[in-house]
């Protein structure tokens, strides 16, 4: 006998088989069950969505041809991606909406997590003074409280369709199963023993024998939770059931989030960074993000230099943004947090005076010391994930939300089936101390009671000619932002695709660890010159998942899925 799951999206009908047979997708597409539809590259006339899970990108499509916008589509993708890709889709997490209407507005929204009520600067400091990263990355305690299902209600409101439509998909889901690809498997896997541990209850990411490619994820007690939030909005979340199993969840590992902590979550409107690079003006997002604005910081500090003439990964012109890079990372540990806590001095970071005097000691013969290479003067007078979308009408929208690490905290609710976040470690635990990710701070990103913890998230826009020409964000950590920065350049400077803008090699600098990061299919050469040159090079295996859409002259939607995951594209 064989098992079907069907998901029913009005006309359109995504099903897929549990056992041998063929899935079949909208219109009669069919796909082997082992190999879901990955699709990497679209040219399309209307809407597109790409997103780090195929199941999820074809979600948003459907959406978007029930007659949804791309705000439904965003939303409905992102609460897929928290059934299909538990690793960084998530309730559990938080993250950053930036986007531009049709009618030409600009709007950010900040559902980063918080710090709950009983956190404080020294609650990773043991007795003995030592800064504990443990504590901070694994488990209970490492948990902010989370944002993601304030920040989709508040996305809602300029959406078309209603949100139970938006949601249905979601439950589906998780109630009647996923087929595992191998990366997700894989996944699971490699992450039990951290689930047994730092969970107080079984979840359904753990099963006695090996997860592989193909075998099918249940998931009920998420569907209970969606349901919940299906019926009662933002109350099905903050508050009743849900609320009582996230603090039960709590108590029983010894984590400091309560009712309180929860009931007073609030996603904050922020306004967008913007700056012109070469003519192109650039949308992105403001603190507590830190993206939005290392990001001017290095498109402006480079616009001065030819970056055309120089050549794509040449030692000019990496060498030139690697100093971009180490300059705008040493700015950020220093003056960024969250605006609300800590008065982050944007105006003066991004004006051309200040961003000349940073480069004014680059030499192009030599390294960089990050040693040398203070934050500037300022004076006042593995994991995330990404949703590039855009829809018929031009509405543009850039998602970026995240658990952190991969798996969050690696800890599941029980009794309500999502991971929590392990956010609190991108707070500044100790002055001088990195976090996972490498990254060092102070006093302006240090723990207080509801503040927001910096993040290094780039959901960007850019316009060219006041019309829609690139929707970008990646994952990556720290790395995210120089993604972001390297994919722009690499369409507006060296005149890209969108396939070759997110799929070349890609390199990465952040002040400390005064090391550079390279891809292993970066170039040979270009790398030996930098090592002559004095700097020191490690090989990743990978930097980012990038999600792009490059809009064409003609209209055309140019959307392309980083090689680097499972990452798919969806558009008609």
């Known amino acids: 006998m064989k098992k079907w799951l069907f998901i029913v999206l009005a006309a359109n009908v995504i099903f897929y088989s549990c056992t041998s047979s063929n899935i079949t997708v909208g219109a009669g597409k069919e796909i082997d069950p082992y190999h879901f539809p990955i699709t990497k590259n679209v040219s399309v006339k209307n809407g597109c969505v790409a997103s780090a899970h195929p199941l999820a990108s074809e979600v948003g499509l459907a959406i978007l041809k029930k007659g949804g916008n791309a705000f439904d589509a965003m939303i409905a993708t992102q609460l897929a991606l928290a059934v299909v890709h538990p690793a960084a889709g998530n309730l559990g997490g938080g993250g950053f909406t930036v986007a531009r209407l049709a009618n030409d507005s600009l709007l950010s929204l900040d559902y980063r997590e918080m710090a709950p009520l009983k956190g404080g600067r020294n609650m990773y400091i043991d007795s003995a003074g030592n800064a504990r990263t ?77 997860w592989k490619e193909g075998d099918t994820l249940y998931q009920p007690e998420l569907a209970a939770t969606l349901k919940r939030i299906r019926d009662n909005g933002t109350k099905g979340f903050y508050e009743g059931e849900t609320a009582k199993l996230i603090v039960e969840e709590m108590q029983r590992g010894k984590g400091i989030m309560r009712l309180e902590d929860l009931k007073g979550y609030v996603c904050k409107p922020r306004k967008p960074v913007e700056f012109d690079y070469r003519g192109y003006h650039v949308v992105s ?26 050549g794509f990964q040449t030692v000019k012109s990496v060498q030139l943004m690697i100093e971009a890079e180490r300059r705008a990372y040493a700015d950020r540990a220093e003056h960024l947090g969250d605006p609300d ?64 690490n991969s798996y969050g905290s690696r800890t599941v609710v029980g009794g309500a089936g999502f991971l929590l ?78 396939n070759d803008a997110v799929n070349k090699p890609k390199f990465h600098h952040q002040w400390l660890p005064d090391t550079v990061s390279v891809e292993r299919d970066f170039n040979e050469e270009t790398a030996k010159q930098l090592k002559d040159m004095g700097y020191k090079l490690v090989t990743l295996r990978a930097i980012g998942r990038t999600e792009l859409i490059k809009i064409l002259p003609d209209g055309t939607r140019e959307a392309a899925a980083d090689k680097r995951g499972d990452d798919s594209v969806s558009g008609y």
């Not at 199963?177 to 498997?185: D, F, S, Y």
């Not at 990556?476 to 920065?485: D, E, L, N, Q």
């Open 341 to 404: 806590f800590w008065n982050v001095p944007q105006n003066i970071l991004l004006s051309d005076t200040y961003l000349k005097k940073r480069m004014s000691d680059y030499d192009s013969t030599k390294e960089g010391v990050s040693a040398n290479v203070k934050a500037g003067n300022v004076h006042e007078s593995d994991q995330t994930t990404h949703i590039s979308i855009i829809d018929k009408e031009g509405n543009m929208v850039a998602v970026t939300t995240t658990l952190n």
């Open 134 to 210: 443990d504590w901070s990355q694994n488990g209970h305690l490492s948990a902010g409280v989370p944002g993601t299902v304030a920040g989709l209600f508040a996305e809602h409101q300029y959406a078309k369709l209603p949100f139970k439509t938006l949601i249905q998909p979601a439950i589906e889901l998780a109630e009647k199963g996923v087929v595992l690809t191998k990366r997700e498997a894989d996944g699971l896997n490699s992450n039990k023993d951290d689930f047994l541990q730092y969970s107080t209850k079984p979840s359904a990411y753990v099963k006695n024998t090996a």
């Open 421 to 498: 976040n392990d956010e609190m470690d991108d707070f500044s635990i100790k002055p001088g101390v990195p976090n996972m990710y490498g990254a060092v701070g102070g006093d302006a990103n240090a723990i207080q009671p509801g503040k927001r913890m910096l993040s290094s998230m780039t959901p960007t826009l850019v316009l060219k000619d006041n019309k829609p020409f690139i929707v970008v964000g990646t994952p990556g950590g720290t790395t995210i932002t120089t993604s972001v920065f390297q994919s722009i350049v690499n369409i507006v400077d060296f005149n890209m695709d969108a």
């Open 285 to 310: 997002m403001p603190p507590s993000s830190s993206g939005g604005i290392i990001l001017g910081e290095m498109l402006k500090m480079i616009e001065p230099y030819s970056m055309s003439s120089y």
